[in-house]
């Protein structure tokens, strides 16, 4: 019932910028939370960070000072803004929307897009 689709990522050079968008179709929960996860060769998924329907954000402690979430509920998007980028960044970066209801939690995922970090 719900796709979402990245786009923005690429290759960057250390200290470098980029901005990841993520555009949600389909039946939305207006009462949701959207957020970006990556994976790196070799490692465990995290989550980067996340922003609530309501504003709330929370970011991985790796971005913390670096990274900025937002979204435009009208619209179903959110965009994640990478500055001061490091190569340990590098990862596939996957959207995600997550909704819960009478404890009841369903994610939502996105095709990913690979973001390089490199001189």
């Known amino acids: 019932q719900v796709q979402l689709v990245e786009s923005g990522g690429g290759l960057v050079q250390p200290g470098g910028s980029l901005r990841l968008s993520c555009a949600a179709s389909?039946?939305?929960?207006?009462?949701?939370?959207m957020g970006w996860y990556r994976q790196a060769p070799g490692k465990q998924r995290e989550l980067v960070a996340a922003?609530?329907?309501?504003?709330?954000?929370t970011y991985a402690d790796s971005v913390k000072g670096r990274f900025t979430i937002s979204r435009d509920n009208a619209k179903n998007t959110v965009s994640l803004q990478m500055n001061s980028l490091k190569p340990e960044d590098t990862a596939v970066y996957h959207c995600n929307l997550a909704t819960r209801r009478v404890g009841v939690r369903t994610d939502y995922w996105g095709q990913g897009t690979q973001v390089t970090v490199s001189s």
């Open positions: 389909g039946s939305i929960f207006s009462i949701n939370t």
């Open positions: 922003i609530t329907s309501g504003g709330s954000t």
